[in-house]
């Protein structure tokens, strides 16, 4: 491939890289991860509401990594109540699993930024093999995908997916928005009624799916995949063996 094209490539590559380092950072501060519904069970109880009457019974709820908001319905009107995480819930939520989904965003973002400078490089500047050159770019764009972890034996894991795995368990497993709901109330009690990930939970899948599509432009612009064997070795190979 000429290489004006591969400049072009490679630039594209990088603005990738950009734009989700971008997102993962915007969507680390939003209250867009999950958004739902809370069912003041103690008061739709005790007025035995159903039907339309329910309606007035539940509140909303939205948060995201730090802080959040939810609206209690108790038949009295709304009530908007602001919360934090950081130090307000610490002591009711699972927080080793809430302090991991921030490492492993930071981790993505820290990568992702590495890897567009590496992009730019080969673009504009002189690389060398390995590190810098073509070995180097899908070594930076599989970083940002994938983090090794340690435990029982060494695992590399999807970092988007992780994030999105371990928050998936913190709001569904540990019933993380039935906790904020909950928070210090001794009065009511709050249900989840319905429950779902909203948009920053989404841009983390979709900025890993792009580092993906920087390996197939890496490909695109001429070089092969690492540890794969050109037809030519693999020939060569082949007729020395039968010499021998």
């Given at each position: 491939m000429p290489a004006p094209q591969k400049k072009i490539l490679f630039c594209l590559?990088?603005?990738f890289s950009f734009v989700c380092a971008l997102g993962t950072a915007a969507a680390i501060g939003t209250q867009l991860w999950v958004k739902g519904t809370i069912l003041c069970k103690t008061g739709?109880?005790?007025?035995n509401a159903s039907g339309p009457e329910l309606e007035k019974f539940?509140?909303?709820i939205?948060?995201?990594l730090f802080h959040g908001e939810r609206v209690r319905q108790c038949g009295l009107g709304e009530r908007p109540f602001q919360f934090s995480f950081f130090p307000d819930l610490l002591k009711i939520i699972p927080a080793s699993i809430h302090v991991s989904v921030i490492l492993f965003c930071t981790v993505?973002?820290?990568?992702t930024l590495v890897g567009m400078g590496f992009f730019l490089y080969n673009a504009f500047g002189s690389p060398y093999e390995t590190l810098h050159g073509p070995m180097g770019l899908y070594l930076w764009s599989f970083i940002a995908c994938?983090?090794?972890l340690q435990a029982a034996h060494p695992l590399q894991r999807s970092c988007g997916c992780l994030i999105m795995i371990l928050?998936?368990?913190e709001v569904k497993i540990h019933h993380l928005s039935e906790k904020i709901a909950n928070f210090k109330e001794k009065s009511f009690t709050f249900k989840t009624h319905s429950e779902q990930f909203a948009d920053s939970f989404w841009i983390i899948l979709a900025c890993s799916l792009v580092q993906f599509l920087n390996m197939l432009l890496i490909r695109l612009a001429g070089f092969e995949f690492p540890f794969s064997k050109p037809k030519d070795s693999e020939a060569a190979t082949g007729a020395?063996?039968?010499?021998?």
């Open positions: 590559a990088g603005a739709a109880l005790l007025v539940i509140g909303e939205r948060y995201g993505l973002i820290i990568f994938e983090y090794p928050f998936s368990s020395a063996d039968l010499m021998y």
